[in-house]
């Protein structure tokens, strides 16, 4: 018999799965590393076990512990499945901007979770951050993740997912295109990416509102490129230590409502239902066109499922309002 021995067994290993339609004015093959066939829906899963099994090993995480977390959604939903296999309490701190779907689905999966406001600075007492570093302060026998900060989101990518495609490409792999949150996935494919060939190239996708263009292209963080954006799951105000600048050849953002309509695009021109960052991500690749060839091989990850997003980009009441389809 061939089977899991629980749900954690089916994490990675996800399809490689070719772009037509929406790429067709593009000379390279395009190959869409397809994430929501993990068991959460989302590349997160990847990290959320191996944060947790790194924090077991060293002791961080004990027997019957709470583990504490800001979370958007999918490292939530991640993290949640591990804590059913394994026996822990999860209490998740989301910003009051995520869409419902990913707050219902988190207390679907047993989490406690908490809402913060939004357009608060990092360091204000209400915010998502400094909100699940109070709780994890307050809770006994608690651990607080830290996804931003914490290597082990960086190196699960760089221990699976990187090999993943690095295998699955037959090492032909050219270019490798992904949305920039925490930076775990960029850096850790990025990184095991480069290690096997130097000459792959690294770009990020960024969002208006976000610091991380500016940052990798002059140094500075700037403020000033600080505001708030409809795009979910990628973009920062802070500069979380997993993005490793070093290895990302570039970043181009793209605007909340090019993201929007290419989410719909994916599911109507290739039958991809996916969340909101894919269509950020697949719409800075076509605006990176002039940097690929007719042998390039240009890999781009979608990280998390449609699902999540029927209350806003794949309703067109809300399109309309929010200006972006007439
Ligand atoms: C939907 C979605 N897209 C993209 C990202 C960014 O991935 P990473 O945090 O690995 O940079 C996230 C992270 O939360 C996400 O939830």
């Not at 939903?77 to 419902?100: E, P, R, W």
């Not at 779907?101 to 406690?112: Q, S, Y």
């Amino acid at each position: 018999m061939d089977y899991a021995k629980n749900i954690l067994e089916t994490i990675g290993n996800t399809p490689l799965v070719k772009l037509n339609k929406l790429t067709e004015e593009l000379p390279c093959l395009v190959l869409a590393k397809y994430e929501t066939f993990n068991p959460g829906n989302s590349v997160k899963d990847r990290m959320a076990l191996k944060m947790i099994e790194d924090a077991e090993a060293d002791g961080r995480l004990k027997p019957g512990g709470t583990i504490i977390e800001g979370t958007s959604g999918n490292t939530g939903m991640g993290l949640a499945l591990a804590a059913i296999v394994k026996g822990y309490k999860c209490i998740f701190v989301i910003s009051d901007k995520q869409s419902k779907e990913k707050m219902d689905i988190l207390r679907a999966v047993g989490a406690e979770v908490v809402v913060c406001p939004t357009d608060v600075a990092p360091d204000d007492p209400r915010s998502y951050y400094s909100v699940s570093k109070r709780l994890s302060q307050e809770t006994p026998n608690s651990w607080y993740v830290n996804q931003y900060d914490n290597p082990s989101n960086a190196k699960a990518h760089y221990e699976s997912t990187g090999p993943e495609i690095w295998k699955q490409t037959d090492g032909k792999v050219t270019h490798f295109v992904v949305g920039v949150g925490t930076g775990g996935t960029i850096s850790g494919v990025g990184k095991y990416l480069k290690e096997q060939n130097p000459e792959v190239k690294v770009w990020g996708i960024d969002t208006y509102g976000s610091v991380f263009k500016k940052y990798h292209e002059t140094g500075i963080f700037d403020e000033n490129e600080i505001y708030p954006y409809v795009t979910e799951g990628i973009g920062e105000d802070i500069l979380p230590e997993n993005v490793d600048f070093s290895i990302i050849d570039g970043f181009t953002k793209v605007t909340d409502k090019d993201a929007a309509v290419y989410t719909q695009l994916l599911a109507k021109e290739e039958g991809m239902f996916l969340g909101n960052s894919a269509g950020a991500a697949i719409k800075g690749l076509l605006q990176l066109k002039d940097h690929f060839t007719k042998d390039d091989v240009v890999v781009v990850l979608f990280h998390d499922h449609g699902s999540r997003y029927v209350g806003k980009m794949f309703n067109n009441d809300w399109m309309k309002k929010m200006g972006y389809i007439d």
